[in-house]
């Protein structure tokens, strides 16, 4: 649930640092697709829509996260958001190698979804499984989480790092690093017991 927090974190930053090498390779696909070249405000809305459609994503990740942690359970939810997560990693990653500006936009919109849901069961599963002791230290590690993936974000977006125009695909698939932590060590943690008393009827899972 952290790495869910920190993928949504990392993705809200990482767009802006490769803003120009994008809109240049916006404006080279459309030359060689449609042999014109595309005029500013065309570029400009392409480019909004790539930023923005993250954000109707995590609209759509957000409408689905009480159904899904209802249905699946909080764990099984949040190993469910990666399939998102890892699907616009790739499209994003593979875009300028098969010349198409579509694939980002795509990609941000899956990657909006695993943020949207992952951080909305992120909280309940947090909450449910932490000890009375511990409940609001735990309810903190989303927000924190928040802020690392911004640093980290704007970290790897410096020209010295990934922030130059032949590393800007794998700026953008970078966020698939914290979605495969989660895929990998999510399975060994227990599901929540609200979950497993209420919805599954598990008393003894429960307890």
Request: glycine share 12%.
């Amino acid at each position: 649930g952290i790495t869910g927090a920190f993928h949504y974190g990392l993705q809200v930053s990482i767009i802006n640092s490769p803003a120009e090498y994008i809109q240049s390779f916006i404006h080279e696909t459309w030359l060689k697709r449609y042999g014109s070249s595309p005029s500013a405000e065309m570029i400009t809305l392409v480019w909004s829509l790539v930023v923005s459609i993250y954000s109707i994503g995590g609209l759509l990740g957000s409408s689905s996260a009480g159904y899904l942690s209802v249905r699946f359970g909080r764990k099984k939810a949040m190993l469910l958001a990666n399939i998102p997560a890892l699907l616009g990693a790739a499209l994003m990653g593979l875009s300028r190698l098969c010349g198409s500006f579509e694939m980002i936009i795509a990609g941000r919109l899956f990657s909006g979804v695993c943020g949207g849901l992952a951080q909305n069961v992120h909280i309940m599963y947090a909450g449910e499984c932490a000890p009375r002791n511990l409940r609001g230290l735990i309810a903190i590690t989303a927000s924190t989480s928040i802020a690392a993936g911004k640093f980290v974000g704007f970290a790897l977006g410096l020209r010295e790092v990934l922030g130059v125009e032949a590393l800007w695909p794998i700026l953008l698939a970078a966020n698939a690093v914290p979605v495969l932590v989660q895929l990998l060590t999510l399975p060994f943690f227990p599901d929540s017991p609200r979950y497993l008393l209420i919805d599954q009827k598990d008393k003894e899972g429960c307890i």
